[in-house]
């Protein structure tokens, strides 16, 4: 019986679309039968964007939080070596039509793996191609979806039937005079509603900390080891990296206190 090799699948999601991801996985699931290591490197926005297809394809989305140009591309890189060394697998796919990653395919070659890409048709270009042992580039078939899902019937005569209709209902209700009781009642009502708008959603960032660290969400103070710990885990932090450094970005959403070192986020509303 022929062993399963081991391989392993890295995603640069912000550089392919959605369905080109999706096509990428299920041909390599049918050419090899596993897939050891799947990841996604993408920034939060992305990642959440793409939740529910991650989630279908058991593809663990590496959350890249750096705003520098290139980071992403600089942490794929990164964790592909370090993968290479501790999983020690035969095949590595990259998914990108990107032609920076010319370098770390030539490391993971010599590293001893075949390195095949897959990339987005129309993106890739000749020097990209001749890099990889393989090369596979899939067709965005996204356009073609929105153009099939564009056509929906319009309901003009039902906006024709609406206006009369609300007409004389506008003509019966003036008939009738309200009772000054109600009347009272929804002014205080609209009154009530406009003194008191709905707080505003945690931005996309801070979502993705509050679910690594759900004690946060209820406006408690948590030790910033503490949660600088649970991001590591999620893959929001690096092994080396600072909770201080990425909380001074979110300045408007989380207030770090001193002695004792602690973190809380002020935005949860009042009850």
């Known amino acids: 019986m022929t062993p399963i090799p081991r391989v392993m699948l890295l995603i640069d999601a912000d550089n392919v679309s959605a369905d080109v991801i999706e096509q990428a996985v299920h041909k390599v699931l049918a050419e090899h039968g596993a897939l050891h290591v799947r990841r996604a490197y993408c920034t939060a926005e992305a990642a959440l964007k793409h939740q529910a297809l991650f989630k279908r394809l058991s593809v663990r989305p590496m959350v890249n939080l750096a705003a520098g140009k290139n980071s992403t591309d600089i942490a794929l890189a990164v964790d592909a070596l370090d993968l290479v060394i ?53 067709a965005h078939n996204g356009g073609r979806q929105a153009a099939a899902a564009a056509p929906k019937p ?44 709905p707080p505003a959603p945690p931005s996309e960032a801070a979502e ?57 986020w002020t935005g949860m509303s009042a009850p």
């Open 154 to 197: 319009a309901a003009p005569a039902r906006k024709t039937r609406a206006k009369p209709a609300a007409e004389s209902a506008a003509k019966t209700a003036a008939d009738k005079p309200a009772p000054p009781a109600k009347k009272t009642a929804g002014r205080s009502a609209s009154r009530k509603s406009a003194a008191a708008p």
């Open 208 to 264: 993705f900390i509050l679910q690594a660290v759900p004690a946060l969400r209820t406006g408690k103070e948590v030790a910033l080891n503490d949660a600088a710990q649970a991001l590591r885990a999620a893959g929001l932090l690096g092994k080396h990296g600072s909770s201080l450094k990425l909380f001074d970005k979110l300045t408007d959403e989380f207030a770090v206190m001193q002695q004792p070192d602690r973190i809380r």
């Open 86 to 138: 501790a999983e020690r697998p035969q095949v590595v796919y990259l998914v990108s039509s990107d032609s920076d990653f010319a370098p770390l395919v030539i490391r993971l070659r010599e590293k001893g793996c075949r390195v095949c890409g897959i990339g987005q048709q129309g993106k890739t270009g000749d020097e990209t191609v001749g890099v990889y042992d393989a090369f596979t580039d899939l």
